[in-house]
């Protein structure tokens, strides 16, 4: 007897799995606008009102009124229980199972999980509301229209501003000492050895780093070229959001959500550095770059790609430090590869970066 399966892993292990990839390994979805569709499973039709919703994560019948998770679809499509549906989104996403009795704990943090999104939406909303309309949001507006970047971009990436300052955020947003701890451990506020916090990101473009269903789970800033602030060491150019309860940069990646918005079919994903190489590629049309959070390409970001598309391209630059990264990446890339897979590496020219040479 294996025992009970904890709540907590199982809203993790929702998180991390795609009902749209467990579906389409089985029923092939077409996907059309912002969902996917196929004739149904369940019910007898030659024209499909199957429909699986990458956002909302559930599938719904239009036909024969078939609705449910990914968990409901193993159980009516594999005549499963709700355990062996478990793990068999389980071994999909490589997690190991986690069993034990019931713990009076579990509610608590999954509605604890459940308001650090909120929040994190919350911070996401006034970013983009500073790039509007901070007096300072000039020189970030300034940067992007440089880099050739246009309002519509910018506005699908939900970019945003953090104003110059130690306390906006906090200000903002961080009231009672309940929502600091929050912003804390969202890893938005830094908290001082003598006390009190302050905000993480200052005087930087921000970019909201989503996961599947395009909730927003971190971010990264690129520092304004004219960065005025004062410290014993100068600020870091690009810098992310640490690891916390949402964020795990091991497994996700920068523009894949946006990739698969924009995208009906995904021939292949291509692996770049940073997230303005990311934006400026879909700024000139190419829509299918991704690119890491401050670590190498990880087997587990691998497996992901390579869920959505047979061809992953890695673009690297041209230099040492960029072979060196191409042998790191494909030393991580050999376990994951099968039979219709395919790796392929891009060096660029000296001196040149994905953004300065697209454009
Ligand atoms: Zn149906």
Redesign the pocket.
């Known amino acids: 007897m294996a025992g009970l399966i904890p709540q907590s892993f199982i809203d993790d292990l929702m998180n991390r799995i795609d009902i749209v990839e467990v579906i389409d390994g089985r029923v092939p979805l077409k996907k059309t606008g912002r969902e996917y569709t196929a004739c149904?499973p369940?019910?007898n039709?030659k024209t499909p009102?199957?429909t699986v919703s990458p956002t909302k994560q559930f599938y719904h019948?239009f036909?024969?009124?078939?609705h449910g998770t990914a968990i409901g679809f193993l159980m009516e499509y594999e005549h499963l229980s709700f355990p062996e549906s478990v793990e068999e989104l389980a071994r999909l996403a490589g997690v190991p199972m986690e069993y034990e009795g019931p713990s009076p704990n579990e509610p608590v943090r999954r509605k604890k999980d459940e308001s650090l999104y909120d929040l994190l939406a919350k911070v996401d909303q006034y970013y983009r509301q500073q790039l509007r309309q901070h007096p300072q949001s000039r020189r970030a507006v300034d940067y992007l229209k440089q880099r050739g970047v246009s309002g519509e971009i910018a506005a699908e990436f939900g970019l945003g501003f953090a104003p110059p300052g130690w306390d906006n955020l906090e200000r903002q947003l961080g009231q009672s000492a309940e929502v600091r701890e929050k912003l804390v451990s969202t890893g938005m506020l830094i908290k001082k050895d003598s006390g009190g916090s302050y905000d993480r990101f200052r005087d930087r473009i921000m970019f909201p780093i989503r996961d599947r269903r395009g909730r927003t789970i971190a971010f990264g800033g690129r520092i304004l070229p004219d960065n005025q602030e004062k410290g014993d060491k100068p600020p870091a150019k690009y810098l992310n959001s640490p690891e916390t309860p949402l964020f795990h940069k091991g497994q996700e990646l920068y523009g894949l959500y946006e990739a698969r918005q924009a995208l009906r079919d995904i021939t292949r994903l291509m692996v770049v550095e940073g997230y303005m190489d990311v934006v400026a590629l879909a700024q000139y049309g190419i829509r299918y770059a991704v690119a890491t959070l401050g670590t190498a390409t990880t087997e587990e970001h691998l497996h992901k790609l390579f869920r959505l598309t047979p061809e992953i391209v890695f673009c690297f630059d041209g230099d040492r430090a960029g072979r060196e990264a191409a042998w790191r990446a494909l030393n991580n890339a050999l376990p994951v590869m099968r039979e219709g897979r395919q790796i392929r590496f891009m060096f660029l020219p000296d001196g040149e970066d994905p953004d300065s040479y697209v454009r």
């Open positions: 149904c369940f019910h039709e009102s199957f019948c036909g024969c009124g078939a």
